[in-house]
C-alpha cells in the first residue's frame, strides 16, 4: 500500500468535517451575478499575453507584482490561423532605434548577430566596479520610474486591431519585501506614436492602478535581496521564479524576463554585475552593438531572437554603469496577421528613466 | 483561441474550486475578491499560466495564497473566519447531527488554528482541496519530497493539538460559532 495513499486518506477523514465549505458548495459560482460580474470587471480590463506553450510572445515587463497590469499582443506565429490584416487600419509603431554594430549594416533587422559574451562580460566588470550604493539611513524604500509603451492587440471577427498603450509607472519596494505600484495609463493612441516626452505628461494623470503588496505577495516576484551573486546558482533562482516558474520558454527568453522584472527594483550593482554573467552564459545572446535610447542616453545592446527569426528581446544596459536602461521588443517580421506595415517593428518598449532610494511608499525620488 | 475565449474556459473551470478556496480561508465577501483577483492575474499574465492542465488548479491555489496573505495581513479577517462560515453554511446539510457536527467542527477548526500557516496549508490543500501530494506541493511551491514531509509533521501536531484540546478539560472554544450553536441548541 502506498504509504502517502493512507497518509492523505487519514488526513482528509480527520479534518474533511471540519471543511467549512465543502465541495458542493459554490457550485456554478461563475455563472452568479457576482461571478459574472467579476467576470466583465476583468476582461475590460488590458489583457496580456499570448497564447500556447513554447512561443515567446508579447509580455508587459512589470515589477514583481502579480496584479501588475498589462496588455496584450499577439504572440509569433501564435494568431497566424485567425488573424488578417485586411480590414485592419495599419498600426502606428514606435521607429525602431538606430543601433550601430561594425560589420552588420542593419543590425535591428538582422537576424544572425554575433555572439554578446564578451560585451555582457565587460558589462558585468563595469557594474562591479560600481559603488555598492547601500540606501542612506532612514531611507530603504527603493523607488525606479518607467516609461512604458506597449501595443495591444484586440482581434474580432477574424481582423486584427492594434493601438499604442502608454504608461508610466512607479514602483516602490520595501527592503523587507512590500511593494507599492503606481501605475498611470494614458489613452489608446491609434495614429501616432508616444514619445517618452509625451509618457511623461502621464505623471500628472490620476493614478489607474495602485497596486500594494506585503512581502509574501511580492513572491510574485523574486526579490533582489534573496538573489545570489554565484551566477549559477542565480540562473537556477531566475528560472524557477514565479510567475514564470511553469513556462517552457527558451531559457534566455526567459532571463531576460524576469531581468526586466527584476529592474523594477533597485538592483544593486553586485547583483546587476552578476546578471550579465549569467546572459553571458547563454549562447544564444547577441550583440546588437551601440545604441542611444528613446531618453537619449548611451547604451550597449544585447539581444535574444526567438528561433524562427520573428521576435527579438533587446536589453540596453549603460556602458558606464553597466546598468539596464530599458529593453525593447520587436517584431523582426509578421508573425501573421498583424495591421503593421513595416518591419522590424517596435512592439512594446520600457525606458528605466529614475531609480534610487527614498524615506517611504509615496514619496518618489526626483 | 483567443484570448476571451481561452479566459472564459478557464473562468467557467476553476472559479468555483479558487471561490471554495478562499472562502475556507477567510470570510465569503473577501473570498469573493480573491477570486477575482486571482482571475485578474490570469487574465493578464496568461504567458505564466502553466501549459499543463493538471498544474492549472495549484498554480491558481499559488496565486490565491499571494491575495490572501495580502487581505489577511492588512483586516485580519482570518479571525472571523469561523463565525461567517457558520452564518454562511448550513452544517446540518453535511451532518447527520447537527450540534454534534459543528461541535466536531469547533474543535477540529480550533486545533488547526494552533498550527504554524505553513501547517495549516499543506493540511487544507490535502483534505479541503483534495490535491494529492504533488499538486499540493506546486501550490505551496515546494518539492513533493517537502510536501510530504510537512504533510507527515502537520498530521502529526494537528493530532498533538487534538489531544491538548480533549485533555485539557476546558470546553471548545469556538468563539463567534459558539455563539450561534448554542443559540441553535437551545
Redesign the interface.
Known sequence: MNPFRTTIDHTRSLLGPANPVPGDVLTDSWSDPEGQAAYQRIVSTPAQGTPAAGQPGRRRPLAATVAATTVVVVAAGLLTVWLRPSGASPTATAPPLRYTLTGVSRPAAAVALPDARSVLLRLARVAASQPADPPPRGADVGYVLTNEWFMSTAVAGGVAQSTIIPHVDQTWSRQGGAVRQVQRTGRPVAAAVSSPRALSQLAGNAPSTVATYPPAAAAAGPSVRGLSLNPARLRAQLLHAFPYEHTDWPASYHLIRIITDLNHQVVPPALEATLWQVLAGQRDMQNMGTVTDRAGRPGDAVAFTDRQGVERLVLIISPSSGRLIGWEDMFLRNPGGLSITTYPAVIGYVSFLTNGWTTNMTTPVS | ????A???AL??AY??AV??YA??RIDPETA?DV???T???V??????????PA?IEP?LY??AS??L??RK??RQRAEQ??MH??DT?DPAK??GDHAD?IA??AR??QA?ERLSPQDQEI??L???E?L??AYAAAAM?CSRPTA?VR??RA?RR?TQALEAIDNSGAAVNITGASTKVAEEMR
Do not use: C
Open positions: 483561441m483567443d484570448q476571451e481561452w479566459f472564459t473562468y467557467q472559479y468555483d471561490l471554495r472562502a475556507r469573493r477570486a477575482s483577483e482571475f485578474l492575474v487574465w493578464r499574465r496568461r504567458k505564466a499560466v502553466p501549459a499543463d498544474v498554480w499559488k496565486v499571494y491575495s496573505a495580502n495581513r492588512s473566519l469561523t462560515l457558520a453554511f453535511h451532518s457536527a466536531e467542527r477540529l477548526t488547526l493540511l487544507r490535502i483534505a479541503w483534495e494529492d501530494l511551491g510530504a504533510l507527515h498530521r494537528m
